[in-house]
């Protein structure tokens, strides 16, 4: 496909597992970027990647979170111990970046999770 | 810490209603965005304004970005039951870099 693609749709987790959500980007595309987004609200920065490189990680909100970008395309966005007040829409998105500073980011359909 | 304010966070109007959003900041932006986003899905552009000043227009809607690079307004002329969603702003922080960040957004409903 050619659209940005997240795995899984919906993740259901008890408070203490750990959960992998995972972002096939546009291929091709040199950024990606991880959101959250609580409902009824805008998405939350959390991370960034431009190709294999995390330039910035700064709304990350624990370091329960993490994420990676081995090989400069797909990204998993990993979160510890889960707790309750991780349950939201993660959104992963894509752009070509490369200098093309206004080009525009392409979502995924995100991913819902609920911590129970 | 850049924060984007948008106004008003929800309006319910009647269609052919006109009715203006706008996205706030102290900070000045080097682009902003407007996105729109329906339930269940991830945000899509709407539209990128990037001088000061400048007025973009797509159907019937306007976008404008303030001539400080602080603000912007999106009005819609005639709204229809298929404007209704969640409209967010955006703002890239820097020439340098690719971060975005959002606004909470404005959840519109237009009523048939």
């Known amino acids: 496909g050619a659209g940005v693609s997240q795995s899984p749709r919906y993740k259901v987790a008890k408070r203490g597992q750990d959960v992998a959500l995972r972002c096939d980007p546009i291929s091709g595309h040199v950024s990606l970027f991880w959101y959250q987004q609580a409902l009824g609200q805008g998405p939350e920065f959390l991370t960034y990647f431009q190709n294999e490189a995390q330039l910035d990680k700064s709304g990350l909100p624990s370091d329960r979170f993490f994420a990676e970008r081995p090989e400069g395309s797909v990204s998993t966005l990993k979160i510890q111990r889960t707790q309750q007040e991780d349950s939201a829409v993660y959104l992963c998105?894509?752009?070509?970046?490369?200098?093309?500073?206004?080009?525009?980011?392409?979502f995924g359909n995100g991913t819902r999770l609920t911590v129970t | 810490t850049q924060l984007l304010e948008q106004s008003p966070q929800f309006l319910s109007i009647q269609e052919g209603e006109n009715l203006t959003v706008y996205c706030n900041s102290s900070s000045v932006f080097s682009s902003l965005q407007w996105y729109r986003q329906e339930p269940g899905e991830g945000p899509v552009l709407l539209v990128t304004?990037?001088?000061?000043?400048e007025v973009k227009k797509l159907k019937r809607l306007t976008f404008q970005f303030g001539d400080a690079r602080k603000d912007s307004s999106l009005h819609i002329t005639a709204a229809q039951p298929g404007d209704t969603g969640l409209y967010l702003c955006a703002g890239r922080t820097s020439n340098r870099d690719d971060k975005i960040i959002f606004g909470k957004g404005t959840r519109l409903h237009i009523l048939p």
């Open positions: 304004v990037v001088t000061g000043g």
């Open positions: 998105a894509s752009s070509l970046g490369r200098g093309i500073y206004n080009s525009p980011l392409h």
